[in-house]
């Protein structure tokens, strides 16, 4: 009679194949990479030190990232990953498309100022000197998941086009507002960062950037043709809603 302890009768554990064990060693380096340059910095950061904090060898690291340059784009597509999980909220907010748009813009500037170490990755990853050096699949890899977010951000738009007053040819009309208001959030997370508006505005801009965000924000959208009473103010609820999702 067979019992559980029955080696021969025992569920089989699937092994993970090559390609799962390849991804999954990927992953930790990533993660190892992200740690220690939320600590050091990215030009501080040395491919043996990453190696001796994933525990293999630096062939097996060069193996996966033949460069750093390819590394750095590593991070950037794993930080668009992390960053795209949190648009669920958007998709899922019970308002209009306009606002599904606005939370979206929201959550995608608190990602970059809660996670300094991946939206850095993703800065410097758009180099020309770096992507140009790395290995094209990872840069197309970049592209791809670039592209897959700023396509969700242009359906929300399109979604929105009676709110702003859009006829015809929605796309072309909404696209400049889609690419503008990408580059406010990039733009001002990019200063807000750094100490090169301290001159002008003292910490303001690093101690009120989701504030200052929220009415330019508003401001952008007002100037494409979203006319309601007091937009900056709606725009400030929704920030006020979604502040607290890490």
Same mark, same amino acid.
């Given at each position: 009679?067979?019992?559980?302890?029955?080696?021969?009768?025992?569920?089989?554990?699937?092994?993970?194949?090559?390609?799962?064990?390849?991804?999954?060693?990927?992953?930790?380096?990533?993660?190892?990479?992200?740690?220690?340059?939320?600590?050091?910095?990215?030009?501080?950061?040395?491919?043996?030190?990453?190696?001796?904090?994933?525990?293999?060898?630096?062939?097996?690291?060069?193996?996966?990232?033949?460069?750093?340059?390819?590394?750095?784009?590593?991070?950037?597509?794993?930080?668009?990953?992390?960053?795209?999980?949190?648009?669920?909220?958007?998709?899922?907010?019970?308002?209009?498309?306009?606002?599904?748009?606005?939370?979206?813009?929201?959550?995608?500037?608190?990602?970059? &100022? =809660?996670?300094?170490?991946?939206?850095? #990755?993703?800065? /410097? %990853?758009? +180099?020309?000197?770096?992507?140009?050096? @790395?290995?094209?699949?990872?840069?197309?890899?970049?592209?791809?998941?670039?592209?897959?977010?700023?396509?969700?951000?242009?359906?929300?738009?399109?979604?929105?086009?009676?709110?702003?007053?859009?006829?015809?040819?929605?796309?072309?009309?909404?696209?400049?507002?889609?690419?503008?208001?990408?580059?406010?959030?990039?733009?001002?997370?990019?200063?807000?960062?750094?100490?090169?508006?301290?001159?002008?505005?003292?910490?303001?801009?690093?101690?009120?950037? &989701? =504030?200052?965000?929220?009415?330019?924000? #508003?401001?952008? /959208? %007002?100037? +494409?043709?979203?006319?309601?009473?007091? @937009?900056?103010?709606?725009?400030?609820?929704?920030?006020?809603?979604?502040?607290?999702?890490?």
């Amino acid at each position: 009679m067979a019992t559980l302890n029955d080696p021969e009768k025992q569920p089989l554990r699937q092994r993970p194949n090559r390609i799962e064990k390849r991804q999954q060693r990927e992953e930790l380096i990533l993660e190892r990479a992200g740690e220690l340059i939320a600590e050091y910095g990215f030009f501080e950061l040395k491919m043996s030190d990453l190696a001796r904090a994933c525990d293999i060898s630096v062939g097996t690291l060069y193996a996966h990232f033949a460069s750093k340059e390819d590394l750095l784009l590593g991070l950037a597509i794993l930080a668009g990953q992390k960053r795209a999980g949190f648009f669920d909220y958007a998709h899922a907010h019970d308002g209009s498309a306009m606002e599904k748009f606005i939370v979206a813009s929201l959550l995608d500037i608190r990602f970059s &100022i =809660d996670h300094p170490q991946w939206f850095e #990755a993703e800065y /410097l %990853a758009l +180099a020309p000197s770096i992507w140009q050096r @790395a290995t094209p699949s990872h840069h197309q890899s970049q592209l791809a998941g670039i592209g897959r977010i700023t396509e969700m951000f242009q359906s929300f738009l399109s979604d929105a086009a009676n709110e702003l007053g859009v006829s015809g040819d929605v796309i072309a009309q909404t696209r400049n507002l889609n690419l503008g208001s990408w580059g406010l959030s990039f733009g001002m997370n990019a200063l807000a960062l750094s100490e090169i508006t301290d001159r002008h505005y003292g910490t303001e801009l690093r101690s009120n950037a &989701i =504030d200052i965000f929220c009415d330019s924000l #508003a401001d952008l /959208l %007002a100037g +494409a043709g979203w006319y309601v009473d007091d @937009a900056r103010q709606i725009v400030r609820d929704l920030a006020a809603r979604y502040a607290d999702l890490k």
